[in-house]
C-alpha cells in the first residue's frame, strides 16, 4: 500500500464472543475460528451496522496502518496492539486525518440510523472502565461459593464471591468483569477470558466491603463456567476489567426501571435492587423485574426474590415447563401487563434493560411494540428516543 488504511479490529480482550457482529454484517467481513472474531479487511466497507449492537464496545476499534493485519495475525491475538508508527510515504500528515473524519463521520451516521451510540442513563455514576488487563490482571479471593438452584434443578447456578483485599477495583452495577482460566488450550495459548455481569451493588455484598458477586451457571464442558463453580473458598482468581460503561443504573431516584431477564442475566438487576434498597430505599420511581425460567426450581435468587418487598421491586416470574401449566416467556407476561408497561412507556423518567440469551430480545421488542401500537404509539420511534437518551439498553449472550 502507498498511503495510510484505516482498518476495522476487533478487541479480542473484551470480545465476549456472542456472533452479534457477524449475524449483523452485511458482508460477511465479520469471522471468527475457535479463539478470536476479525474483520476482513478485504471485504469491510465501513457500513457500521455492526457498531451498535455489539454489548461490549469490543467492535468499535480502529488502527491507521501501512498495511492491514491479516485474518491470521488477528486470529492469533490475545489483545489489540498498539497504534503503530506510520510513514505517510509522501500522502502527508493530512490524508490520515481526512480517514479519521472519514470514519468519525460514518459512525455517526450509522449511530443516528440506530438510535445512537449506546449511551449511559443521564444521571449515572462515572464507571471506571478497563483498569486491569490480562498482562496485569488483579488477584481476587474466593470467599463464597453457594448453589442458587434447587437440587432437583437441571441446571447448577452458583453465587460466587470475589474479594479483592486492598487491592482497588471500583465496580458500578450493570459492569462486567473478565475471569482468566489458568493453563493453555490445546492450541498452546492462553485461554480468552471470559467475561461475567457482576451481581452485586458497587459497595459490595456487605456495606463498604471491597468484593463483588458474580452468578455463574455450570455449562457442561465450558471451560470457565466450571473453573468458577469448582473454586474452593480461598482459591485465588485472576480478574480483569471492570468493563461496560453504559448498561448502568440511573440515580435519579424518580427513573422507573423495567427490567426483563432470563436465567443468568439477573445478575445486573439483583446490584440494581441492591443497590436502590440501600441508597434510595424511599424513591418515588419503580423497580420492575419480569424474570423468566423454565421452573421455579431453575431461577437463580429464587427464594431471596421472595423476600424482596413488593413497594421495592415489582416481580413477575414466567415459567415456561412446569408441568401441566401453560407455558409463559417474558414477552407473554408484559403483554399480559400491558396497561402497566402503556403508562411506564409514556413516561420519560423510565428504562429499560434487557438481559438473558441471545435472541431473547426480539420477542420483548415485539411485545413492546404491541403494547405501543395498541396505545398508538410508535414503538421504533420510542426505542431510538429512549436508546438515544440512555434510557435503553440490551446485553445478550
Same mark, same amino acid.
Given at each position: 500500500?502507498?498511503?495510510?488504511?484505516?482498518?476495522?479490529?476487533?478487541?479480542?480482550?473484551?470480545?465476549?464472543?456472542?456472533?452479534?457482529?457477524?449475524?449483523?454484517?452485511?458482508?460477511?467481513?465479520?469471522?471468527?475460528?475457535?479463539?478470536?472474531?476479525?474483520?476482513?479487511?478485504?471485504?469491510?466497507?465501513?457500513?457500521?451496522?455492526?457498531?451498535?449492537?455489539?454489548?461490549?464496545?469490543?467492535?468499535?476499534?480502529?488502527?491507521?496502518?501501512?498495511?492491514?493485519?491479516?485474518?491470521?495475525?488477528?486470529?492469533?491475538?490475545?489483545?489489540?496492539?498498539?497504534?503503530?508508527?506510520?510513514?505517510?510515504?509522501?500522502?502527508?500528515?493530512?490524508?490520515?486525518?481526512?480517514?479519521?473524519?472519514?470514519?468519525?463521520?460514518?459512525?455517526?451516521?450509522?449511530?443516528?440510523?440506530?438510535?445512537?451510540?449506546?449511551?449511559?442513563?443521564?444521571?449515572?455514576?462515572?464507571? @471506571?472502565?478497563? #483498569?486491569?488487563?490480562?498482562?496485569?490482571? &488483579?488477584?481476587?479471593? +474466593? $470467599? =463464597?461459593? %453457594?448453589?442458587? !438452584?434447587?437440587?432437583?434443578?437441571?441446571?447448577?447456578?452458583?453465587?460466587?464471591?470475589?474479594?479483592?483485599?486492598?487491592?482497588?477495583?471500583?465496580?458500578?452495577?450493570?459492569?462486567?468483569?473478565?475471569?482468566?482460566?489458568?493453563?493453555?488450550?490445546?492450541?498452546?495459548?492462553?485461554?480468552?477470558?471470559?467475561?461475567?455481569?457482576?451481581?452485586?451493588?458497587?459497595?459490595?455484598?456487605?456495606?463498604?466491603?471491597?468484593?463483588?458477586?458474580?452468578?455463574?451457571?455450570?455449562?457442561?464442558?465450558?471451560?470457565? @463456567?466450571?473453573? #468458577?463453580?469448582?473454586?474452593?473458598?480461598? &482459591?485465588?482468581?485472576? +480478574? $480483569? =476489567?471492570? %468493563?461496560?460503561? !453504559?448498561?448502568?443504573?440511573?440515580?435519579?431516584?424518580?427513573?422507573?426501571?423495567?427490567?426483563?431477564?432470563?436465567?443468568?442475566?439477573?445478575?445486573?438487576?439483583?446490584?440494581?435492587?441492591?443497590?436502590?434498597?440501600?441508597?434510595?430505599?424511599?424513591?418515588?420511581?419503580?423497580?420492575?423485574?419480569?424474570?423468566?425460567?423454565?421452573?421455579?426450581?431453575?431461577?437463580?435468587?429464587?427464594?431471596?426474590?421472595?423476600?424482596?418487598?413488593?413497594?421495592?421491586?415489582?416481580?413477575?416470574?414466567?415459567?415456561?415447563?412446569?408441568?401441566?401449566?401453560?407455558?409463559?416467556?417474558?414477552?407473554?407476561?408484559?403483554?399480559?401487563?400491558?396497561?402497566?408497561?402503556?403508562?411506564?412507556?409514556?413516561?420519560?423518567?423510565?428504562?429499560?434493560?434487557?438481559?438473558?440469551?441471545?435472541?431473547?430480545?426480539?420477542?420483548?421488542?415485539?411485545?413492546?411494540?404491541?403494547?405501543?401500537?395498541?396505545?398508538?404509539?410508535?414503538?421504533?420511534?420510542?426505542?431510538?428516543?429512549?436508546?438515544?437518551?440512555?434510557?435503553?439498553?440490551?446485553?445478550?449472550?
Amino acid at each position: 500500500m502507498n498511503a495510510p488504511f484505516k482498518q476495522h479490529l476487533i478487541d479480542p480482550e473484551i470480545c465476549i464472543r456472542c456472533n452479534t457482529c457477524e449475524e449483523s454484517c452485511p458482508v460477511d467481513a465479520v469471522t471468527h475460528d475457535d479463539n478470536n472474531y476479525v474483520v476482513n479487511a478485504e471485504i469491510c466497507n465501513y457500513c457500521m451496522d455492526c457498531i451498535s449492537p455489539c454489548p461490549t464496545g469490543a467492535i468499535d476499534n480502529w488502527r491507521v496502518v501501512a498495511a492491514p493485519y491479516s485474518l491470521d495475525e488477528q486470529f492469533s491475538w490475545n489483545d489489540l496492539p498498539a497504534q503503530e508508527e506510520v510513514a505517510d510515504n509522501g500522502a502527508g500528515a493530512s490524508a490520515i486525518e481526512a480517514l479519521e473524519d472519514e470514519i468519525g463521520a460514518l459512525l455517526e451516521e450509522a449511530r443516528k440510523g440506530l438510535g445512537g451510540k449506546p449511551v449511559a442513563p443521564p444521571s449515572s455514576s462515572k464507571a @471506571s472502565v478497563n #483498569l486491569y488487563n490480562r498482562s496485569k490482571p &488483579a488477584l481476587a479471593t +474466593v $470467599t =463464597g461459593n %453457594f448453589r442458587l !438452584t434447587h437440587a432437583t434443578a437441571d441446571s447448577d447456578v452458583r453465587h460466587i464471591i470475589l474479594d479483592f483485599g486492598e487491592q482497588p477495583f471500583p465496580i458500578l452495577e450493570g459492569q462486567s468483569i473478565g475471569i482468566v482460566v489458568p493453563g493453555l488450550g490445546a492450541d498452546r495459548k492462553p485461554h480468552q477470558v471470559r467475561l461475567y455481569s457482576i451481581a452485586s451493588s458497587r459497595d459490595g455484598e456487605k456495606p463498604n466491603t471491597n468484593n463483588l458477586a458474580l452468578t455463574v451457571k455450570r455449562e457442561p464442558g465450558g471451560l470457565c @463456567s466450571n473453573y #468458577l463453580c469448582d473454586l474452593p473458598r480461598g &482459591a485465588k482468581v485472576e +480478574v $480483569t =476489567g471492570p %468493563f461496560g460503561a !453504559t448498561f448502568l443504573l440511573p440515580n435519579d431516584p424518580s427513573a422507573n426501571v423495567l427490567m426483563v431477564c432470563t436465567g443468568t442475566g439477573s445478575a445486573p438487576f439483583r446490584g440494581f435492587t441492591e443497590r436502590r434498597r440501600r441508597a434510595m430505599p424511599d424513591a418515588p420511581g419503580r423497580l420492575l423485574l419480569f424474570f423468566g425460567a423454565r421452573r421455579p426450581e431453575e431461577l437463580p435468587y429464587f427464594g431471596p426474590l421472595q423476600k424482596v418487598p413488593d413497594a421495592l421491586l415489582g416481580k413477575h416470574f414466567c415459567y415456561s415447563r412446569v408441568p401441566g401449566e401453560p407455558r409463559v416467556y417474558v414477552q407473554d407476561r408484559i403483554r399480559s401487563e400491558a396497561a402497566a408497561i402503556t403508562s411506564l412507556l409514556q413516561n420519560g423518567h423510565t428504562h429499560v434493560y434487557i438481559c438473558g440469551l441471545k435472541g431473547m430480545e426480539s420477542g420483548v421488542e415485539e411485545a413492546f411494540a404491541d403494547i405501543c401500537r395498541a396505545a398508538s404509539m410508535d414503538w421504533s420511534d420510542l426505542k431510538a428516543a429512549m436508546r438515544g437518551g440512555g434510557r435503553y439498553h440490551v446485553e445478550t449472550y
